[in-house]
């Protein structure tokens, strides 16, 4: 693939409303994955005890009290950003959805061969979007007509395997490895029509792809009634490519008037897009005050990133939190409920820029209820995202308020045995 260096050229690619760029690589609490740890809001670092240790902290799975095998399907989701006052006085809505199974794995103690040792695997999704939009705009000032249609399809897909060992009763640590797949394909068209004879159409096609290997080392301690965990994962990318293209038309002569048409075609293919994936680091805890009871903590940390090619695709540090409680309301009945933040990894937006990235910070929040019997257990709830941000959606140094919401009925089931 060429490679080239585009320090100016991506933020001019826009007609009255700027184009998503990318599905979303600089929120990293999208997707909440796991049986039980969807219902704790992620918080799931010093428990770890499922298939989903793979991704929380993998030595969890050396105190696993059974072998099993466990999925979980977000049955139905939908998000919807709303970008106050940015065509006249009226607001403009991006609507998102889909479903997918965002985890599926399994758990096998080893403790007749190797004491103290387990082994799991899983195929898990981090992030996900799907979107069809139609809009049509008509009369607005001096807009005589904004159509725009947007399409994208979008996924970070992991697949892993993990293994820890308790070298202590009360002491495990555990190693995990997974291949990261992303895929992010985004289409756009629009057409703008001014009052005065100015018109612009363009059609806009982004694909980011890219692979990458993640090492995860982890480690927990028991000690009474409480439970420690940390885990780091380190990831290394291995290739990726990010390819634009553009078929731009208009007779604005730049001047706020009409000439004659014009006709601007291009086409980039960069490697190196992404230039790097941020290191987690994740701490947490949990106290088990009694057999009915449980509640946990955990901070996630994030490196920044940054892209020696397309500064677009920088990220700053981050330092999410994430709590939850899981509580029997009978033998059979758990409920569990959480709440967790998911803060932006781009700049703030401020006065007197041009080109700027959406800038939005979310609060999640978490319910499920179970079902659990002797040898299975079922799960099923609701997780919630509410957003507030700035954004430059039109081209220009407007500033528009963001509200963003996104909600997540999901369900999952596991088989012990």
Known sequence: MKKRTLPRLLPTLV????????????????????????????????????????????????????????????????????????????DFVERSGGTLAPFFGGLQKMDSTIPGMAVAFGLYSIDSELKDQDDLIVDVGGLERFHRTANIRSATTGLGMAAAKRVLPNLSLGLSLSYLMIDELV???????YKNGIFLTQNYRTQLTGGALELGLGTQYAFGTWSFGLNVRLRSLQNDGYQVGLDLRTNNNGNGGAGENRRTQTKIEVDDALGAIPTEVRMGTAWFPSATFLWTFDVIHHTAAKSDVLELFNRGAVTNFATG???????????????????????????GKL?????????????????????????????LQSGEGKAQKIQGSAIQTVEAQSYTFAISATHSF
């Open 15 to 90: 007609c009255l409303v700027s184009s998503p760029l990318w599905a979303d690589q600089f929120h990293y609490h999208n997707l909440v994955v796991g049986e039980r740890a969807m219902g704790l809001g992620g918080a799931f670092c010093a428990v770890a005890d499922d298939a989903s240790g793979l991704i929380y902290n993998p030595a969890g799975i050396a105190f696993a009290l059974s072998n099993d095998i466990t999925g979980s399907a977000n049955a139905f989701y939908r998000k919807t950003i709303t970008y106050k006052k940015t065509i006249g006085n009226g």
């Open 187 to 193: 289409q756009e068209y629009q057409d703008v029509q």
């Open 325 to 351: 409680a899981e509580y029997y309301i009978t033998p059979s009945i758990p409920v569990r409920a959480g709440i967790f933040t998911n803060y932006d990894t781009r700049p703030e937006v401020v006065t």
């Open 355 to 383: 080109g700027q990235q959406d800038h939005i910070d979310y609060m999640g929040y978490s319910l499920f209820f179970g079902w659990v019997q002797p040898n299975s257990q079922v799960a099923g709830g609701v997780v």
